[in-house]
């Protein structure tokens, strides 16, 4: 009889273990899924800034006193 009980201990126990690394597993996938998403749109972020952020050449119509020089650098 108490064998039979400790057997059932080990039984539920590798069962609980089973059922919580399929859940690790499942966590773990969707944590690197999220990681890579976010690595993707910073990456996007990061263009977009530098897009936006370059110095762009002056029109030569505008009088020298509009400028302070040959650039206009747009920081957002």
């Not at 944590?31 to 897009?51: A, D, G, I």
Request: proline residues 5%.
């Amino acid at each position: 009889m108490v064998d039979r009980k400790r057997d059932q201990g080990r039984g539920h126990s590798q069962l609980v273990v089973v059922g919580l690394q399929s859940k690790l597993a499942s966590v773990s996938k969707h944590f690197q899924n999220v990681l890579e998403l976010r690595t993707e749109n910073l990456k996007q972020q990061k263009s977009r800034r530098e897009k936006f952020s370059q110095c762009q050449p002056v029109p030569s119509t505008l009088p020298p006193s509009v400028s302070t020089g040959n650039s206009q650098c747009l920081e957002v």
